[in-house]
């Protein structure tokens, strides 16, 4: 069975998930009038790239000491 395009409706796709979110925050804490909107979009998205550092440096700590 071959489902077309027109059998899905006529909404177009909004893609959701983190990616967007992450996208949106870049784009606020360039774009956003407020600076309260601005510093705190900064300050997440550093936290999540503090995130992604502590992960990058303590999981292959931790696998050190197992394997």
Same mark, same amino acid.
Request: charged fraction near 15%; glycine fraction near 10%.
């Given at each position: 069975m #071959? #489902? +077309?395009i027109e059998d899905k409706g006529d909404r177009p796709h909004t893609p959701h998930g983190p990616l967007r979110?992450? %996208?949106k925050l870049i #784009?606020? +804490?360039d774009n956003s009038r @407020? %600076?309260?909107n601005r510093i705190g979009a900064s300050l997440l998205l550093l936290g999540i790239l503090a995130l992604f550092a #502590?992960?990058?440096y303590a999981l292959?700590? %931790?696998f050190s000491? @197992? @394997?």
């Open positions: #071959v #489902v +077309s979110k992450m %996208l #784009v606020e +804490s @407020f %600076l309260g #502590v992960a990058g292959p700590a %931790l000491r @197992f @394997f």
